[in-house]
């Protein structure tokens, strides 16, 4: 699958518009993974979430999505892992 990630758009929370970045999603999830005391550095926990959340956005045909949307498909893959 060719990703699309680069043209998906992200709604930031002060309204900006911008390309959105997979490697932030990760940097979040293992900055969040480390100040919780789980982090790992072999852990793929951030690569594995960034992967489900670009193939989603792919799968469904999004092209703009909110910060907040993200969230939640991050404490919903969360939730599974």
Do not use: F, W
């Amino acid at each position: 699958m060719v990703s699309k990630m680069n043209s998906i758009k992200i709604i930031k929370r002060d309204g900006r518009e911008k390309s959105l970045n997979p490697a932030r999603i990760r940097y979040a999830i293992d900055s969040a993974s480390l100040e919780v005391g789980k982090y790992n550095e072999n852990d793929t926990l951030g690569v594995d979430i960034a992967e489900y959340i670009e193939d989603y956005l792919e799968d469904n045909h999004i092209e703009c999505i909110g910060v907040e949307e993200v969230q939640d498909l991050v404490i919903e893959r969360l939730k599974v892992e």
